[in-house]
């Protein structure tokens, strides 16, 4: 049962673009959900994170957007950089510490230059 | 601070060998989690452990053993390998503070 469906599969932008990246979940007893980023060769790293309570969070030239009637949620990247191209996650999980995360797929995102 | 370390790196098993792959932190954190990782499938969890001698199943234990006999290390067991096994696998921990992964074991059975 896949609990957390990530799109797109892959993604490619142009350098100053944005990337847009969308992940859906069925469980509503999650209330933490963190976006990772992993490189090549590397393990996934903690990007940005988001409870619930908030309709968006933002870090720099990376925002969570989550609407929890439609239990979606999404990832944007402003001004896209070639170093922004890796692997991205969506996870999900009941409680931020301590708990099981499940995870999307993953989108493979490419900026090009 | 080293955080997560998983050894080895690469490794190649015949069907049917064993091994262990070993995964060690120091950051004193109770919880740490076995996933794999394969191609357009994310992140599985093999196995968890929410501190020293307490293990449990995550979504897909079956041809995985684990044990949990400090804090700081969390080996995983394939006892019969085969080729399904063949992944990428992370090993990850958690304290209060965000899961921190190694840089993961690739392991190819053929």
């Known amino acids: 049962q896949q609990q957390v469906k990530q799109s797109p599969q892959s993604l490619i932008v142009q350098k100053g673009g944005i990337s847009i990246i969308n992940c859906a979940y069925e469980?509503?007893?999650?209330?933490?959900f963190p976006w990772y980023q992993q490189f090549p060769g590397k393990g996934p790293a903690l990007l940005i994170a988001i409870r619930p309570d908030v309709s968006e969070k933002k870090e720099g030239r990376f925002t969570i957007s989550f609407n929890k009637s439609a239990k979606q949620f999404s990832l944007h990247i402003m001004d896209s950089q070639p170093g922004d191209s890796a692997t991205y996650f969506c996870?999900?999980?009941?409680?931020?510490?301590?708990?099981?995360?499940?995870f999307g797929a993953g989108t493979i995102l490419r900026v090009k230059s | 601070n080293a955080g997560v370390t998983q050894t080895p790196k690469f490794r190649i098993l015949k069907i049917g060998q064993s091994m262990t792959l070993q995964c060690t932190q120091d950051m004193n954190h109770n919880y740490m989690y076995w996933y794999r990782q394969d191609p357009g499938m994310g992140l599985k969890l093999i196995y968890y452990s929410v501190g020293a001698g307490i293990t449990d199943k995550g979504e897909v234990p079956n041809g995985y053993n684990v044990s949990r006999s400090t804090t700081e290390d969390f080996p995983l067991r394939l006892e019969l390998a085969a080729p399904s096994q063949t992944s990428v696998y992370f090993c990850?921990?958690?304290?209060?503070?965000?899961?921190?992964f190694g840089n993961g074991t690739r392991l190819t059975v053929t």
């Open positions: 469980n509503t007893a999650f209330d933490y």
């Open positions: 990850a921990s958690m304290g209060n503070s965000p899961l921190h």
């Open positions: 996870a999900a999980s009941r409680r931020e510490y301590g708990n099981k995360l499940v």
